[in-house]
T-cell receptor, first 114, second 120 residues
Framework: DQQVKQNSPSLSVQEGRISILNCDYT??????FLWYKKYPAEGPTFLIS?????DKNEDGRFTVFLNKSAKHLSLHIVPSQPGDSAVYFC?????????????FGTGTRLTIIP | NAGVTQTPKFQVLKTGQSMTLQCAQD?????MSWYRQDPGMGLRLIHY?????ITDQGEVPNGYNVSRSTTEDFPLRLLSAAPSQTSVYFC??????WGRGTRIFTGELFFGEGSRLTVL
């Protein structure tokens, strides 16, 4: 039972354009969401997060949008750069107690075309 | 700054052999965890620890043991390797902060570079 779903395994975007990566979740208890970025042969790195009390969070070129009623979040990258080519994982948690666990999606491979 | 260090980076085992994947962090993080990454499956939590002496199971704990005797180290033991354990393993650490009168898990994991394990 995949509680966090990334239905697009891959995405190609022209350099300079907007990249939009999508993520859906099924567990209504999730209230904190994160995006991680992973380059080949490296571990994932934290990118941006959003709490369910917000519907948008921005950090430079990266913006995460949360639609709680649709149980959907998206990551926007504007403008896209070649260094953004990576696999992106969304993750979710609930309660944020110290023993809380993250549930990850299956990832979307983003390729930025120069 | 080392961050999270995993060893070995690559390992080939035969079915039935045992081994330990080492993980160390130098950030004084109380939270440490092990994930495995398989094609089409994302990252799945094996075991985690919220402090020295405290461990708990994640989503896929069978066939693995962990211990946390110090804040810095969190080794993962494969008791009797099976081909289904062929995977890339990631160790991660994280910190908490005070909020709402309690410690809050930030979810901001710092990952090691991974250990690729092949079981024949």
């Amino acid at each position: 039972d995949q509680q966090v779903k990334q239905n697009s395994p891959s995405l190609s975007v022209q350099e300079g354009r907007i990249s939009i990566l999508n993520c859906d979740y099924t567990n209504s208890m999730f209230d904190y969401f994160l995006w991680y970025k992973k380059y080949p042969a490296e571990g994932p790195t934290f990118l941006i997060s959003i709490s369910s009390i917000k519907d948008k969070n921005e950090d430079g070129r990266f913006t995460v949008f949360l639609n709680k009623s649709a149980k959907h979040l998206s990551l926007h990258i504007v403008p896209s750069q070649p260094g953004d080519s990576a696999v992106y994982f969304c993750a979710a948690s609930s309660s944020r107690a110290l023993n809380e666990k993250l549930t990850f999606g299956t990832g979307t491979r983003l390729t930025i075309i120069p | 700054n080392a961050g999270v260090t995993q060893t070995p980076k690559f390992q080939v085992l035969k079915t039935g052999q045992s081994m330990t994947l080492q993980c160390a962090q130098d950030m004084n993080h109380e939270y440490m965890s092990w994930y495995r990454q398989d094609p089409g499956m994302g990252l799945r939590l094996i075991h985690y620890s919220v402090g020295a002496g405290i461990t708990d199971q994640g989503e896929v704990p069978n066939g693995y043991n962990v211990s946390r005797s110090t804040t810095e180290d969190f080794p993962l033991r494969l008791l009797s390797a099976a081909p289904s354990q062929t995977s890339v393993y990631f160790c991660a650490s994280s910190y908490s902060r005070w909020g709402r009168g309690t410690r809050i898990f930030t979810g901001e994991l710092f990952f090691g570079e991974g250990s690729r394990l092949t079981v024949l």
